[in-house]
């Protein structure tokens, strides 16, 4: 199984980006799939989650409101549209599936995603 991030770049606060993960070799079409992100000498954090059945997504509150986060099951394939930018959202975005459904409430626990993508870098400049 592979997730291949992409997207990322450099822009202006106030910019725009979509990031896209592709996922090869399997489906995450039943269990869950999610962003992550991690600045330079932090730690990764739980950026926003999509999880199949439920009718609505989970986002953190740091983002809320400016990212989306989506999915093409038909594609097999997850976006982040990510507006508005902050100087604080410079990270690498990192795309994870869990083949499995996770409950709700581990979802924006690293330890409920059993693969991951390599990272697109994000940088926001003021």
């Known amino acids: 199984v592979q997730l291949q991030a992409s997207g990322g770049g450099s822009v202006q606060a106030g910019g725009s980006l979509r990031l896209s993960c592709a996922a090869s070799g399997r489906t995450f079409s039943r269990g869950a799939m999610a962003w992550f992100r991690q600045a330079p000498g932090k730690e990764r954090e739980f950026v926003a989650a999509?999880?199949?059945?439920?009718?609505?997504?989970y986002t953190a509150d740091s983002v809320k409101g400016r990212f989306t986060i989506s999915r093409d099951n038909a594609r097999n394939t997850m976006y982040l549209q990510m507006n508005n930018l902050k100087p604080e959202d410079t990270a690498l975005y990192y795309c994870?599936?869990?083949?499995?459904?996770?409950?709700?409430?581990?979802?924006?626990?690293?330890?409920?995603?059993?693969?991951w993508g390599q990272g697109t870098l994000v940088t926001v400049s003021s």
């Open positions: 994870s599936g869990a083949i499995s459904k996770p409950i709700s409430s581990s979802l924006r626990e690293r330890a409920s995603y059993s693969h």
């Open positions: 999509n999880r199949y059945g439920d009718t609505h997504t």
